[in-house]
């Protein structure tokens, strides 16, 4: 039986910038693999077995991607949509044989349990469902209010706190129990196909948190939440410090059934070093390196730095708490800590960065100290 998942991978990433100059967001690395491969691997260990990347932005470098590995169980749509639910209206004709599919943002880590919340949305036979998970601050994403049944009440995309305070107190006037202030929407949502025509009778319904949802509630069609489990990694990488804070625990293998680059992540040493690489300085782990990368003499890497391919430190450089992208050069005797150098960027010699953030295509000259700064000059 096909279980499909369609990928919205169509975003500028703007919060990301610098990093989303060079590369759309679901192809930015994670210790040897883009982001949107931990969210499709996962699905597919889940029961998923077809799957459709939506893409716009940076789009050709998607299918090109898709074109070299060869999945065989993927498709790329490239379309030009204003929004997420507006994709969706974009491919309605790649979805007509499909009861069921999930939709999933191609820029989130997360390990729950898919193929329960496939399981949930057939037995409450609902329009749709959203997976929620409990978050100590809600205030940056969705903010959804269930009944006891699991019904979504009341669907608000990201509340200030006023809101939050006034439904709180509102709905457990209502339902005297079950409601939880602090529920949010992942991201995840499965639909069912007579949501297409909604789309398509409504083309002014554009994004599912903003437009679709408050739409079907509203209107009284069933839409239920499935809470994740508690100990479920969700993160969101729509900021920089998402994005290392992921990094660093996807190195740190404390993501359950999460891989390092293509390989189970080692227990004991946290360490992943792709053979043709050249390392003659001193490894701490947890630490990822890519292919073809040199590392010289007297350098220390890590704790916590993953390296992409074909890139080199060079004598005496020192590096923690980093991630390097792809065709990077350090300099001799260079510190960098807390920091994410993307793709092709050469660093002199005696620099210090330290919690920058340096955008493509940059040449930084020697003895440049860097402090809380995003760096972005591309050469040429």
């Known amino acids: 039986m096909t279980r499909l998942a369609v990928v919205l991978a169509g975003g500028k990433g703007t919060r990301l910038r610098?990093?989303?100059?060079?590369?759309?967001?679901?192809?930015?690395?994670?210790?040897?693999?883009?982001?949107?491969?931990?969210?499709i691997e996962w699905l597919r260990r889940n029961g998923f077995n077809k799957f459709i990347v939506v893409a716009k932005y940076l789009g050709e470098q998607i299918v090109e991607y898709y074109k070299k590995t060869n999945p065989g169980d993927i498709e790329v749509a490239l379309v030009d949509s204003r929004d997420t639910a507006d994709a969706i209206r974009l491919i309605g004709d790649k979805l007509t044989d499909i009861d069921?599919?999930?939709?999933?943002?191609?820029d989130v880590v997360c390990n729950a349990n898919f193929k329960a919340f496939y399981e949930f949305h057939i037995e409450k036979d609902g329009i749709a469902s959203i997976a929620l998970k409990e978050v100590d601050n809600p205030l940056h994403y969705g903010m959804v209010v269930?009944?006891?049944?699991?019904?979504?009440?009341?669907?608000?995309?990201?509340?200030?706190?006023?809101?939050?305070?006034?439904?709180?107190?509102?709905y457990n006037r209502i339902f005297k129990g079950i409601q939880y202030a602090n529920l949010v929407n992942t991201g995840f949502y499965m639909v069912n196909n007579d949501v297409l025509q909604i789309l398509r009778n409504n083309p002014s319904l554009m994004d599912w948190g903003k437009h679709v949802f408050p739409y079907l509630i509203e209107n009284k069609?069933?839409?239920?939440?499935?809470?994740?489990?508690?100990n479920t990694y969700w993160?969101?990488?729509g900021r920089i410090h998402n994005?290392?804070?992921?990094?660093?625990?996807i190195l740190s293998c404390n993501i359950h059934g999460i891989r390092v680059g293509n390989i189970e992540c080692h227990e004991e040493e946290k360490i992943?070093?792709?053979?043709?690489?050249?390392?003659?300085?001193k490894i701490i782990p947890p630490v990822y390196i890519g292919r073809d990368v040199v590392i010289e003499e007297d350098c220390i890497i890590g704790p916590y730095v993953s390296i992409e391919d074909d890139t080199t430190i060079k004598r005496g450089s020192r590096i923690s708490y980093s991630v390097l992208w792809e065709r990077v050069v350090v300099g001799e005797n260079t510190r960098?800590?807390?920091?994410?150098?993307?793709?092709?960027?050469?660093?002199?010699?005696?620099?210090?960065?330290?919690?920058s953030t340096i955008g493509p295509w940059t040449n930084i000259p020697p003895q440049t100290t860097l402090q809380e700064e995003t760096y972005y000059r591309p050469s040429g």
Request: no cysteine.
């Open 18 to 39: 610098p990093l989303t100059y060079s590369k759309p967001k679901p192809l930015i690395p994670i210790a040897g693999k883009p982001v949107i491969d931990y969210i």
């Open 100 to 106: 069921h599919f999930l939709v999933s943002m191609g």
């Open 146 to 170: 269930i009944d006891q049944n699991g019904l979504i009440k009341l669907f608000v995309e990201k509340p200030v706190s006023m809101e939050i305070y006034i439904l709180t107190m509102a």
């Open 221 to 230: 069609y069933r839409v239920y939440g499935w809470i994740m489990h508690p």
């Open 235 to 237: 993160e969101d990488l």
């Open 243 to 249: 994005y290392k804070k992921t990094v660093w625990d």
């Open 272 to 281: 992943e070093i792709i053979r043709t690489s050249d390392i003659r300085g």
């Open 336 to 355: 960098i800590h807390d920091s994410v150098i993307t793709n092709d960027v050469t660093i002199g010699n005696g620099s210090k960065i330290f919690s």
